[in-house]
C-alpha cells in the first residue's frame, strides 16, 4: 500500500462563509473588476463593489419571500451569470443552493426536490418550467419559484427593497465555516444519483490552496488581470469550484452556457480569458477543429508536421523540468519557432489570444494532446477529483507536469493506494457524507478515508495515473480481466471517434461500439468528394470502416493479444446526456449504454 500527503498551503478560516470574499473584496478593491457580464456582442464589466450590491439586493428579496437560513434551493439552468449571483445571495443567508443538470428530466428533478425538501427552485426558462410541472404536485413543500428568463432577479430585488441590510449582515454574520453550503447530486454512471452534503470549509479548504499552489494562474501576467470564461456546467463540482476560485482570488469570471465548440470558440476570441478550465473533450474538439481547417485549406501535411514538433518540443521540456534529460535541442527550437508562427500561434488566438495555461478534468486525456497544447504554448494541467472531494483531489504541479499522469495530491490532501490500486482520499475538502443516506456515507468513508472506487497506479515520484474503475473491471470468459479504459480512450483520439464503449464481461473476447464525430464526418465526407450520407449509411461505408479499424488497431497496440478489440461495430448514432448515457463531464453510463444497446452487443458475438 503506498500513500502521499502534501501540506497544506493555505488554512481553512475558523469564521466565516464563502459570500465573505464578495463583501471583503468590495470593501478591499470596490472597483477592481469582478465579473464579465455579455451584452449584446460585448462584455460589461462588474466591478466587485457592484457586484456586491447586486448580491446584496438579491438576498434581501430572497428573504422578503421567506427564504431562511438553512433552507435548501434549487437552481436549474444553464451555466450563465445569473447563476452565480443566486449562489452567493444564498450563501450570504446562509441558504443552500442544489444545483439541477439543465437536462435532467421531471423525474430526476422530482427525486432532488424530494431528497433535499427545497423550499424554491429557480428555473431558466419554459422549457424547465414545463419540466417542474410535470412533477408539481409531488413536492407540496416547494411554495417558492422563479424562472430566470421571465424576470426573476429584478422581481426578488423589487420585492427586497423594504429590508434592511442589517437583516442581510446578521444572516451573513451567523455562518460558520462547518455550515452546509450546497449539496450537490453526482451524476453517476449507475444508479440513482446521491446528494454529496458540502460545507462552506469543503469548498474554502479547495479553492484557498488551489490558489496558493497554482498562482501562475490566478496572478497578474504582464499587466493582465487573471480571467477565465466558465463553460462548465455550474451543477457539476466542477464548474463550482471555479466560480468560487475566481471569486475568492479576484480573478474576473465570465460565463458561456455551451461547451459546443462553435458557441465558444467565438466568445473565447471576444472575452480573450488569461486560463480556461474544462474537460478533455473541449481541448480534443479544439485541436480536431484546427486538424480539420488545415486540411481544407491543403495545409494538412504542415499541420502533422508541426503537431509531431510540438510534441517532440513538449516532451524534452518535461524531462528536463522532471530532471530525466535535456531541454530541447538547438534544430527543434528553430523548428519549433518556425511552427509556432505557421500554427501554434493560431491555435492560440482560436482560444483568445492570451491562454498560456489551462486546467483538465472530468476525465482522462490522453498524453499526446497534452504534450500538443504544451508545445504550442498553452500548458494544460490534468488534475483528479469527484464530487466528494469538492473538485481537485489531485493536480500536475506548476513547473512540473508530467503528461498522461493527473499528478500530485492538491495541497491538504493525503491519497492512498489500496492493495488492489483503489484510490483513497482524505483532507479537508472530503465531503461530509451522502444526504439522507447513512448508510452509503458509512460505505464512502471507511477508516477515515474516501474510498473512491476508481484505480490508480502512482509513479516512484508520486505522480497518480487513472487505470479505471473498480466496478468496471471487464473479464472474459476466459478469466483475463482488463479495464476498459485504456483501450477506449486510445480509440477516442481517432478525429473521426467521438465515443468508444469497450465490452466483453464474460464473453468470449473483447469488442467494442463506437460513434463518430458529426463534424469530423462531415469534413472527411467532403474532402473525399462523397455525397453527404445518412448515419446508416454513413457506417456502412468501407472506407470509414477502413479509418475506424486503424484507430481500434492503434488501441490494440498497447494491450496483450487476448486483451484486444477483436470485433467492433459503428453506431449511426451518438451517446448524449439527453439520452442518459453519459454525464455532464462526457463519462459513460456503463450499464446504461449497454442496456440501450444489447442488441448491437449481441451482434458483436454471433459469429
Known sequence: MSEITVPALA????????ADAVFEGADQQPGRVQLGRKAGDRWEDVTTAQFRDQVMALAKGLLAQGIRFGDPVAIMSRTRYEWTLFDFALWTIGARPVPVYPTSSSEQLAWILHDTRAMGCVLEDDDHAMTLAAVIDRVPWLTRVWQLDAGAVEHLVADGERVADSVVHRHRLAIKPDAVATVIYTSGTTGRPRGCVLTHSNFMAECD???ARWRSLFEPSDGDQPSTLLFLPLAHVFGRMVEVAAVRAGARLAHQPEMAVAALLPDLRSFRPTFVLAVPYVFEKIFNAARAKAEEEGNLAVFDRAADIAVRFAEAREREALGLGPGPGTALRMQHLLFDRLVFSKIREAMGGRVRNAVSGGSTMGRRLGLFFDGAGVTIYEGYGLTESSAAATANPPGRVRFGTVGTPVPGVSLRLTDDGEILLRGDTVFSGYLNDTEGSAESLRGGWLHTGDLGSMDEVGYLTITGRKKEIIVTRSGKSLSPALLEDRVREHPLVEQCIVVGNDRPYVAALVTLDHDATGHWLKLRG????????????????????????????LVS???????????PGTFTEEAGLVTPSRKLRRAVVESAYAEEIEALYAH
Open 530 to 557: 462523397k455525397p453527404k450520407l445518412t448515419p446508416r449509411e454513413l457506417v456502412r461505408d468501407p472506407e470509414l470502416e477502413a479509418e475506424i479499424r486503424r484507430g481500434v488497431s492503434a488501441a490494440n497496440t
Open 561 to 571: 493479444t487476448a486483451e484486444s478489440v477483436r470485433n467492433f461495430r459503428i453506431l
Open 209 to 211: 490552496n488551489l490558489i
Open 11 to 18: 488554512t481553512a478560516p475558523q469564521v466565516g462563509g464563502l
